[in-house]
Structures are given as C-alpha cells and as structure tokens.
Antibody, heavy 119, light 108 residues
Framework: QVQLVQSGPEVKKPGASVKVSCKAS????????INWVRQAPGQGLEWVGW????????YFAQNVQDRIILTTDTSTNTAFMELTGLTSDDTAVYYC????????????WGQGTLVTVSS | SYVLTQPPSVSVAPGQTARITCGGN??????VHWYQQKPGQAPLLVVY???GRPSGIPERFSGSNSGNTATLTISRVEAGDEADYYC???????????FGGGTKLTVL
C-alpha cells in the first residue's frame, strides 16, 4: 500500500539546522509531488513547501523561503526537508504528504516528525 | 495573501447534521479540499475538489462551494466524527497552499 515513513524526533538548539526524511513506498515516486506541512503545538496546519521528484521544481511558503531546502533522492524514493536558522517558532510536528491529482490535494500523509527547538 | 476563515468550533448532537463553513474572497471559483484531524494523528483527506470523496470516506461527508463560502456537511453525525476540520485551497496568485484556521467539531 502507499506509505510515507518519516524520520524520528529531533531536538535542536536555536540557530541550528534540521533535516527530516520521508521515505515513500507503494507507488511510482517520480510521478507525484511531495508537500511539507507543519503544526505547532496546539495550533493549526501550516503549509511549508512542495517539491516535484520528477524535475525538482519547488514552491515555498513565504515565511520560510529563505531558510528551507527541499530535495528528493529518486534512487531511494526519499524526500528531504532541511530547515536552517531554527528558532523556537519552528517547534512543530512536520508532516510530508503526497499529492493526489492536484498539487495541494494531500491524499497520503507521513506519521509526522516532532522538531523541538530549545536552548 | 489569500485568507480562509473558519469558525473555531461547531457543536452538534449525534444523528444530526453538522455544517462547517470556510470563507474566502470569491472562493467559489477555487477547488476546496477538507481534512479531518483527530488528536495525535495525521490529517485525513475527507473531501477534495469541492465535493469529491476519497475511497473509504463515508457518503455522510459532502462538500459544496459557491460565492464566498465553501461548506463541509457531515450527515448523521457520529461520536467518531469528533475532530478538527481544515479547509484548504491553492492560491495561484502567490503559488501557495493555504489552510483555514480549523474548526473543532464537538459531538454533544
């Protein structure tokens, strides 16, 4: 079955970087874009960015566009999200999610990765 | 940037119909998608492209979209429907995905 499995929780200090992985299985990885969505504790969903594994095209949320790097490795069917210059505002559960037929229709989600930024 | 506005909370008795609104400027010309999120779980797509239903989602979940308001309707509400619900669109002006603030559905 279609599945996204994310890497484990991370604890980082302010100013550090974090890299979260999202391994896909059960479908042709190249054909569907991957979105990243985060959720701060007790808050709503916030879109972070999107990448096409086919050609590497990306879109980023305005508030992270200078600090985020999205990549994919088609040899291992894995997507990566790297966020630099972390602050406490970046503390959140980060989800990867595969698109259905439109970029923003998120049909399959990873289990989430908690990133905690604390001194 | 495009803004989606949802009521913070909606309450409904079991067996009744819940309607959760999502307001946005001329949202009727956009495709609206809805997600259900239960505590400690990842979101689940329940309605896409205004009124489409993914495989496995009960027919009790439906959507509509016109003018400045999109609506998620849950018929014959069950206790298991209690969750947070988020609307979402693609804003082609900014090339951004936009989520509403979320609505907590309480089943009385």
């Amino acid at each position: 079955q279609v599945q996204l499995v994310q890497s484990g929780p991370e604890v980082k200090k302010p100013g550090a970087s974090v890299k979260v992985s999202c391994k896909a299985s059960g479908y042709n990885f190249i054909l569907y874009g991957i979105n990243w969505v985060r959720q701060a504790p007790g808050q709503g969903l916030e879109w972070v960015g999107w990448i096409s594994p086919y050609n590497g095209q990306t879109y980023f949320a305005q508030n992270v566009q200078d600090r985020i790097i999205l990549t994919t490795d088609t040899s291992t069917n894995t997507a990566f999200m790297e966020l630099t210059g972390l602050t406490s505002d970046d503390t959140a559960v980060y989800y990867c999610a595969r698109e259905l037929d439109r970029l923003e229709v998120l049909i399959v989600w990873g289990q989430g990765t908690l990133v905690t930024v604390s001194s | 940037s495009y803004v989606l506005t949802q009521p913070p909370s909606v309450s409904v008795a079991p067996g009744q119909t819940a309607r959760i609104t999502c307001g946005g400027n001329n949202i009727g010309i956009k495709s609206v998608h809805w997600y259900q999120q239960k505590p400690g779980q990842a979101p689940l797509l329940v309605v896409y492209n205004n009124n489409g239903r993914p495989s496995g989602i009960p027919e009790r979940f439906s959507g509509s979209n016109s003018g400045n308001t999109a609506t998620l309707t849950i018929s014959r509400v069950e206790a298991g429907d209690e969750a947070d619900y988020y609307c979402q669109v693609w804003d082609s002006t900014s090339d951004h995905v936009v989520f509403g603030g979320g609505t907590k559905l309480t089943v009385l």
